[in-house]
């Protein structure tokens, strides 16, 4: 099998013994390395079975520079970060490919104040790792290993960060039925202690995080569509559904409807702006029912590049009180700036506590959109006129070009952005249904197929 090596600002991945070994990570992770202050460096992973490999390349290669690395051995993505600041860390890496298949595998980086490093600070690792000599990998056994600690407890901080954003009486009271399906990713650890705490009874799916997937690891409609029945077979009033690295959520409501992943952020939105009014931030490709509730309450809302690390740095701009992005992946300050599915739970269940309602009956409450996505072929060197072509098309829309190209008319928007490595755009549509959404699709690939 042949493929690319993935590298993006935040991280990379790579098909584990084709383009990502044991010392392609070891080059990246000391290519990071070389821009930190002193001070320990936590390494976890995702449970997948290349990941210990990985993490042992990782620790030697960060040990032998004489760095203090501390192996957390399988954590969630949002664990990882509260352990880098718990810890008082200079970095974290993340072994993880998220929703890849099996074979995939990846690095993403940590800065010191627990979030995903932003654009700049990614760029020079990756000027640094393209630059590199390839690394020496040494046996277990050498002088450097002592420097390699093992963390032990690695939950207490996350969970007693999640506990002091949500009523923990209120939630025990209801003595919810879950269902969590953690399909052997690294969400089961601290989901399975979070959701007891929370007075929960629990029916646990994938509960052992060795990689062994039941089903492909992203949590669409499609994939989940034999765990979906199971919410009601088992009698509970909510569905929770995590990516292998937990850092996304989707939600099947007690009828077995999946809500999906942009309703996550939505009701966690909602929630917490009943509580407290404050700014949001969303990506420009998040559905637009989190700015809709933003203007209900009055609350200020702002619009970021995609991108995890491009959410975070508004929010720290703007002091955001929430915010996240479209695929589940909700960030509450009060935690940790990193996508946090744990946070996503605990939130619901505390809006389904606090209003008594079920979780079918929030999702009904919001503004009703439907997205669609699509991408048309188009060389790069088109794409100039492409985009001209469609701001002269779209004329009567307001534009924006933060991140690709976005129109934008009353309950209905338009995105375009180029893909970083296909020659292809990728268009997403949003409407009052899933037709309208689909007409400007067509509409907008019609007019760059003309080009």
Request: hydrophobic share 45%; net charge negative.
């Amino acid at each position: 099998m042949s493929s690319e090596l993935i590298i993006s600002v935040s991280g990379l991945r790579g098909i584990v013994g084709d383009t990502l070994t044991a010392e392609v990570a070891a080059r990246y992770a000391l290519a990071y390395e070389a821009g930190l202050e002193m001070g320990p460096i936590v390494i976890t992973r995702d449970g997948r079975g290349s990941g210990r490999m990985l993490a042992d390349a990782i620790a030697t290669a960060l040990a032998s520079k004489g760095r203090i690395v501390l192996d957390a051995d399988v954590a969630a993505t949002p664990t990882t970060g509260v352990l880098v600041r718990s810890h008082g860390a200079a970095a974290g890496i993340q072994i993880s490919a998220s929703h890849n298949p099996i074979e995939w595998n990846g690095l993403k980086l940590f800065g010191a104040d627990g979030r995903v490093i932003p654009a700049t600070a990614g760029e020079a690792v990756i000027e640094r790792f393209h630059a590199a000599e390839p690394v020496k990998l040494t046996a277990n056994g050498n002088e450097g290993d002592a420097n390699i600690r093992q963390l032990d407890e690695t939950l207490s901080a996350h969970l007693q960060l999640i506990e002091e954003i949500v009523d923990v009486e209120r939630i025990r009271a209801a003595n919810f039925r879950v269902l969590l399906d953690s399909n052997h990713g690294a969400g089961s650890l601290l989901g399975r202690h979070l959701l007891k705490e929370l007075g929960c009874q629990l029916e646990l799916f994938g509960g052992t995080p060795d990689g062994h997937f039941a089903h492909t690891p992203e949590p669409t409609a499609e994939n989940l569509a034999e765990v979906a029945p199971q919410v009601v077979a088992r009698g509970a009033v909510i569905g929770f559904c995590q990516d292998p690295d937990a850092d996304r959520l989707a939600v099947i409501d007690e009828q077995g409807n999946y809500l999906g992943e942009e309703y996550t952020l939505a009701i966690c939105v909602d929630h917490v702006l009943r509580q407290k009014v404050g700014p949001v931030v969303t990506n420009c490709s998040t559905s637009r029912m989190s700015q809709d509730i933003a203007e209900k309450y009055g609350a200020p809302f702002y619009r970021s590049k995609v991108g995890e690390a491009n959410v975070t740095d508004l929010m720290i701009e703007h002091q955001a009180v929430i915010g996240g992005e479209g695929n589940g992946g909700t960030i509450d300050p009060r935690v940790v700036y990193v996508r946090d599915s744990f946070v996503g739970m605990a939130l619901l269940l505390d809006a389904m506590a606090a209003r008594q309602v079920s979780i079918s009956e929030l999702a009904a409450e919001l503004p009703r959109y439907e997205m669609v996505k699509a991408k048309v072929a188009l060389a790069k060197e088109r794409l100039p006129a492409a985009l001209n072509a469609l701001k002269a098309h779209f004329s009567d829309a307001e534009t924006d070009d933060l991140d690709g190209l976005r129109f934008d008319w009353p309950g209905r928007w338009l995105l375009v952005r180029a893909s970083n490595t296909e020659p292809i755009v990728r268009i997403m549509a949003e409407a009052a249904d899933a037709a309208a959404a689909q007409a400007i699709c067509d509409e907008a690939g019609q007019v760059i197929a003309e080009v």
